[in-house]
């Protein structure tokens, strides 16, 4: 998770908005998710995610989305 995060704060697209990623990597690492799959709303909460990262609602938000699209994305160009 931690490439993957360093990786979203250096994507210019996914940058634009000012919402830096990489600090949550390791956290999320420790909690257990290894995988993008694992940070849909099919697995996890926004208010979750909120109170293990100590965040603000837009950035559960985010992280929840980014992985739907990308996931959308991939399967879209396969």
Known sequence: MTPLF???????????????FAA???MLKNKGFLRITQLTLDFITL???????????????SLCNMPKDDIESIKAVN
Do not use: T
Not at 6 to 20: A, Q, S, T, V
Not at 50 to 60: H, N
């Open 6 to 20: 360093r990786f979203l704060d250096e994507h210019e697209e996914r940058r634009k908005d000012g919402i830096g």
């Open 24 to 26: 949550f990597g390791d």
């Open 47 to 61: 208010k979750d995610l909120q109170d293990w990262l100590g965040i603000e609602v837009e950035r559960p938000y």
